[in-house]
């Protein structure tokens, strides 16, 4: 069963930066899809990167495109998500996720997740 467990959350102002961290307990660096998830309150879940680790290709929300850049260390079975200018609208529960096979967009698609980070950005 894989486990990941996401650190790095906080409170910030806007403006400001965080870099969440995942580490996944065990993947196959060729064959698997590393996503980051956001859920705001009272809205659904919604996609905010992702990563195919085989091709090294990269996907983004175009709400965060040019301030978040998802990462991966595979030494250390660790994807992150580097936020800098961090907007209020930024706010809400932070997941990572990872799927095998083909990588993904929609929440539906991934079967393995972490339990969460939040991050609030104040005005």
């Known amino acids: 069963q894989v486990q990941l467990v996401e650190s790095g959350g906080g409170s910030v102002q806007a403006g400001g930066s965080l870099r969440l961290s995942c580490v996944v307990s065990?993947?196959?660096?060729?064959?698997?899809?590393m996503g980051w998830f956001r859920q705001a309150p009272g809205k659904e879940r919604e996609v905010v990167a992702r990563?195919?680790?085989?091709?090294?290709?990269?996907y983004y929300a175009a709400s965060v495109e040019g301030r978040f850049t998802i990462s991966l260390d595979n030494a250390k079975n660790t994807v992150y998500l580097q936020m800098n200018s961090l907007k209020p609208e930024d706010t809400g529960m932070y997941y990572c996720?990872?799927?095998?096979?083909?990588?993904?967009?929609?929440?539906?698609?991934?079967?393995?997740w972490g339990q969460g980070t939040q991050v609030t950005v104040s005005s």
């Open positions: 996720a990872t799927k095998h096979l083909f990588c993904s967009t929609s929440v539906y698609d991934y079967p393995y």
């Open positions: 065990e993947y196959t660096a060729s064959s698997n899809c």
């Open positions: 990563l195919n680790i085989g091709g090294v290709t990269t």
